[in-house]
C-alpha cells in the first residue's frame, strides 16, 4: 500500500529558498573578504630592515658600500608616526631602502647622536656616508614624493 506523504512547499518555493539560502552565503563570503582586505591594508607594517645601533650601522655601511639613512624620532612624537604609517609604510619608499643601512634613532634614549648630527627637531633623516659624514639632512613630516626625492639625492651624492 502506498503512502504519500503530502508536502506543503512547492518546488518554486523549495527554489526561493536555495536562492535565498545561497544568496546568504555569497554575502557572507563577500563581507569576510572585504574586511580580510581593509583589515591587511590597514596595517601597512614597514619592511625597513632597521638597524637600532650607529655603530653596528656603520660596519654594516663599509661592508656593504650602502650609505646610511639614520631616521631621528621619539616615541612621543605624533609626526613621526605620521610619517611612519604614511611616508615610511610606502612600497616605493620600502624599495628604495634596500639601497642604504636604515637606523631609527629615540633623540630621548640617543641624545649625542643627535646633537651631533645637529638634529634640532623631529622627525629628522640624515643621510650618512660609511664614513660617519654627513651627506644631508631632511627636517619634519615628508611626504612620500619627497622623501622619495631626497632618498634618489642622498643616493646620488654618495655614488659621486
Not at 80 to 97: G, I, Q
Amino acid at each position: 500500500m502506498p503512502t504519500h506523504v503530502k508536502s506543503n512547499f512547492s518546488s518554486s518555493s523549495l527554489r526561493k529558498t536555495r536562492s535565498l539560502l545561497l544568496g546568504g552565503w555569497l554575502c557572507v563570503f563577500l563581507i569576510t573578504a572585504i574586511t580580510v582586505a581593509f583589515s591587511t591594508r590597514a596595517k601597512k607594517p614597514t619592511t625597513f630592515h632597521w638597524v637600532h645601533d650607529y655603530t653596528e650601522a656603520v660596519t654594516i655601511s663599509r661592508q656593504s658600500g650602502k650609505p646610511i639613512l639614520m631616521e631621528f624620532n621619539a616615541v612621543w612624537c605624533e609626526p613621526c608616526r605620521k610619517m611612519e604609517h604614511e611616508t615610511l609604510s610606502d612600497p616605493a619608499v620600502r624599495a628604495l631602502s634596500d639601497s642604504f643601512v636604515c637606523v631609527q634613532v629615540d633623540v630621548d634614549r640617543y641624545p649625542v647622536l643627535a646633537k651631533r648630527f645637529n638634529v634640532s627637531a623631529i622627525p629628522c633623516t640624515v643621510f650618512v656616508s660609511s664614513k660617519g659624514n654627513p651627506i644631508m639632512q631632511s627636517i619634519g613630516n615628508i611626504r612620500t614624493q619627497s622623501y622619495l626625492s631626497a632618498m634618489k639625492s642622498a643616493l646620488s651624492a654618495y655614488k659621486k
